[in-house]
C-alpha cells in the first residue's frame, strides 16, 4: 500500500492511528516517503504514483473514496483569505482557491499549518469554511480518503478510525508544535474544529460545493 501522506496538522491523529493500523514495517517506510502538500498529493494520486491519499474535493469528484474527509463545520482557522493582499491562489490548494472563487473573495488565499500560524497571530483574515457555513449553513469538506484499489483496505480503515478518538500522545503534539511553531495547546484546540466523518451534511455540502464550482 502506497500512501499519499500531507503532513498538515490536521490530519495528525489520521496518522497517528495509521502508524498503529500499518503493521508492515515497508508499507510505513512507503507512506512516509510519499509525503508532499495536497496539489502534489493530488497529482501523485492522478497519476496512479500513490494507491490512497486524501485528494483534494474539487479533484476528487466522481473518484473512488471511503467515508472519510477534512471536514470542518464551522470555522477552521488553516484555510485563509487576506484581503488586503493582492489576489493570489495558495499553490498548496486546490479545493480552498476554489472556494474563494465560490465566495467571490478577494485578496491572498492561505491554507495549511501557514495559515493556522496566521491565524493565530493576526486578525486580517477571512475563515474561508466560516464564510461557506455563513452563506449555506453547511459544513465544508476539503479533502477525501480516495483511492484506486483494495477496496475492503480502507473500508476497514474508515471503520477502525471513526470506531473511537484517536488521541495524540503528548511527545507527537511536541514534535509537532517544534516543526510547525504552534504550540502543543493551540494544536489541540485546532484539531477540535476538524471532523473526518463524511455524513449526510458532508455529502449534501460536496453537492452544493460542485454544483458551484461548475457555475465558475
Known amino acids: ?74 470555522k477552521v482557522q488553516s484555510v485563509l483569505v487576506i484581503p488586503n493582499a493582492a489576489n493570489k491562489a495558495d499553490t498548496e490548494s486546490a479545493s480552498s482557491n476554489v472556494l474563494a472563487r465560490i465566495l467571490d473573495i478577494k485578496g491572498e488565499v492561505l491554507i495549511g499549518d501557514k495559515a493556522l500560524r496566521y491565524a493565530l497571530q493576526n486578525d486580517n483574515y477571512i475563515d474561508l469554511a466560516q464564510e461557506w457555513y455563513d452563506k449555506y449553513k453547511l459544513p465544508f469538506v476539503f479533502a477525501l480518503l480516495c483511492y484506486h484499489k483494495d477496496k475492503k483496505t480502507y473500508k476497514k480503515i474508515e471503520r477502525e478510525f471513526l470506531k473511537r478518538e ?51
Open 1 to 74: 500500500m502506497i500512501f499519499g501522506k500531507i503532513e498538515y496538522l490536521n490530519l495528525l491523529p489520521f496518522h497517528v492511528f495509521m502508524k498503529r493500523f500499518t503493521k508492515n514495517s515497508q508499507q510505513k517506510l512507503v507512506m512516509e516517503h510519499k509525503k508532499n502538500v495536497p496539489a502534489k498529493v493530488n497529482e501523485d494520486f492522478l497519476q496512479r504514483r500513490v494507491d490512497a491519499a486524501f485528494i483534494s474535493s474539487i479533484k476528487a469528484r466522481n473518484r473512488a473514496h471511503v467515508g472519510l474527509g477534512i471536514i470542518a463545520n464551522k
Open 166 to 216: 484517536v488521541k495524540v500522545p503528548n511527545y507527537l503534539l511536541k514534535k509537532a508544535a517544534d516543526k510547525t511553531g504552534v504550540a502543543p495547546a493551540e494544536i489541540q484546540a485546532y484539531l477540535k474544529l476538524i471532523s473526518y466523518r463524511v455524513d449526510y451534511k458532508a455529502q449534501k455540502a460536496l453537492r452544493r460545493f460542485y454544483k458551484e464550482a461548475k457555475s465558475l
